[in-house]
């Protein structure tokens, strides 16, 4: 008890000595800085003129012309030159002037004799007052300005601070019982105390230093939180392990809590651990973290711009592990399987040498890092046979270039372009099998589109096709992954592009495009072969003979959602009987076809409407008739002909039958 007492005693003591030291230290440094000069200025004058110097120059070389040694060798005969001149130069007169009469040449003049020269004899006997730098550093003397952002009131009150932190970190048993708090509160305050907080001129190394202290002195004492989480403490022990093994460690940790990383990671990333995941796993989980930390750690020090990145994606990139190891099994964590391990290192090391790493949004990082993921663990082969994988490498770059491209980003909003890129990349992370069999999707399938419809001028309309399409033609691959080998992409890419110049020209509105272009992708699946004929043009020939056909349409019996439900007949009936309607000839010729039976049948709707059929049944009623005419069941295509109505009429009962 007695020696707690001395040592409280002693470091009481310590305390008063050194706030009593580094307060006068302080408050002299203000004084110095901020008061009054001790000697008052005297009242000065100015120098001598032009005419004035030019007098006693002629007077001087006058008075010394007979003189032994001569004062003024060699220059005499420059002098007298320049003084036999009607107008000498101001600046040579000035120049000789203050080499004959330095003492008198100082502006102002300093007289020898003021009461202030005086004062600076008594005060500082040391100076040579004879010195002409001297004397003009004498009247240069002033009170200086404290631009600072710290005041000195505040300093004092940090000074205060400190000499307290340190007595807090010296004494916490006697303000903590709990010894669990009291290790935390010691190793922050420890910390804290490290720096005099009277030198900061500025607030922000102080802020920093504040959250670096709080931060690493949490994980100085870590231990405190032995067995009541265990992924938590995982998590710190990881960052402590990169600590200890990082280059300016601490810093390096105050990066990583400054981005937007950790708190995504431990607000989401370890709820999933907690929640679905058993502790025995949380070991691998540290080993796993420390591993990818220690990984960046380098990377971020000699790449500025992966630097940003990092901070801000690393939970991310673990948050992404965490829920693909509760998707596809435990064994992604366990020590003896490095497939998590080594993918994130894999992930990150290529990310790292990207220059448009940047422009990835959070979710975008989350789904690419989770697709993956899930393609490795379903063939673990991917990363056991080779660290560095391909098909990984492709799956990245094919993601960033798509982001990336100059040309979309400026035809697609930022949250637009971002929306459709996740989304893809979602679809991938729910069937990994894609990224393997094709790892660059998103550039072949998702860039081409968004490629195809950039031309819009309202990027509105581009994103509403472009998401369409897109989510439409990853659906139908997703159920035909044998597509992936056909010209199914460039096909659906190349009627996005048709929909675009349509909707520029007012002829269709963006949600009817955004229909059509799924109705496209779904029919082109029912005969991939023949729509993939004629240079992929089939399917867009149809949509734009049904276009220009409803425009002519003067009853305005095709528009709006009856429109889309035409198209999507039709291409249905393509899909069926197109080479029946084609036969030999050019794909131009099909849409003459189409255009002269859509027209007759629109000539019979408008007399038929209300005896044998509501506008409802239009899209079956057409599309019956360009089948019929396909078949060769209708020999004359005219609405006046007994047989053409006949068939109407029929097509028209049964539909509304």
Known sequence: MIASNVAMALSIARGIIKLAGRADRLLAEKVGVTSDLILTMPTLTGGPGGIQMTKELKNCVEETKNKTPDPLSP??????????????????????????????????????????????????????????????????????????????????AMLVLDVVAEFGAENTALFVRDEKIRSIIQGVLERFSKPDFESYHAWSPFLRHALSSTLNGVLDARQAYQGDDKWLTAMLGALATVREKAEDGDNYILGLFRGKGYPLLISEGLSVAALTLDHNYAGDFEKIVADVLKEAAPLVKDNTNFRYFFQDHWGDLLRAGLCSAEKHGPKMLEEKSPLLRETLLVIVKELSTATDAQLLSQEVVFKITYAALGAVSSNPDLILDDVEPEWLKKLISSVIETVGNQGIRKSFSKNGLEAIVSSAAGTMAEYPELIIKEPGLVQKLVGSTLKAVGSLDNCLDAEAIASAAVKASLEVVVRNPDLLDTRYPDLLVDCAKRLAALVASKKISRIQAADIVTAAAEAMVLNPVLFAEFEGKLAGEVVETVVEVAGGDHAKLIAGATLVEVIRLLLGTVASRGRRLLGNDLVTELGNRLTKVLDAGLTCAVEELGYHMDVSSLPMVLSGLVAAFAQGDITVVDPNDPQFMKLFTSLADHTAA
């Not at 003492?103 to 010195?131: G, H, M, T």
């Open 75 to 156: 220059n005499r005969w420059k002098i007298e030159e320049l003084l036999k001149q009607p107008e000498p130069d101001p600046a040579q007169i000035t120049k000789w002037y203050g080499l004959i009469f330095p003492e008198r040449a100082i502006f102002p003049v300093l007289d020898p004799d003021s009461e202030y020269i005086k004062n600076l004899k008594n005060l500082y006997p040391e100076l040579d007052l004879k010195d002409k730098d001297t004397r003009a550093a004498a009247f240069y003397i002033g009170p200086g300005k404290d631009h600072r952002q710290i005041g000195y009131a505040w300093r004092m």
